[in-house]
């Protein structure tokens, strides 16, 4: 740094150190700038809370999180995670409902 931006920096001005175009040519420059898909939570969470009804959507984010869809979008992590968790606790607790069911004697 030469000596007249030394000044400048002890006045309190500041000197620009990157341009803002080059963050659009990184390679993650503009994937956060982009808002989610599915009204903004992201596959992962929409997929948590619509699995409460419709279950098979547990299964669905459960494979996306196994195939590694998340790489596309680290933000997805946290929602796919949640998704193949719920999905585990629900597949329990129906294998244990269909057995208590057939060994009740019912």
């Known amino acids: 740094m030469n000596e007249t931006g030394l000044e400048e ?5 500041y000197i620009l150190i990157r341009d803002g175009e ?4 990184t390679e993650l420059g503009g994937l956060f700038y982009k808002p989610l898909p599915c009204f903004g939570f992201g596959i992962g969470w929409f997929s948590f809370l619509l699995g409460f009804v419709f279950p098979f959507a547990w299964y669905f984010a459960t494979f996306l999180y196994l195939s590694n869809y998340y790489r ?8 796919l995670a949640a998704s193949a968790i719920a999905a585990l ?9 269909v057995l ?7």
Do not use: C, H, Q, Y
């Open 9 to 13: 920096n002890k006045k309190g001005k």
């Open 100 to 106: 208590v069911l057939v060994f009740s004697g019912r």
């Open 72 to 79: 596309r979008d680290p933000r997805e992590r946290s929602g």
């Open 22 to 25: 080059e963050e659009d040519t």
């Open 89 to 97: 606790i629900f597949t329990v607790a129906l294998v244990i409902t």
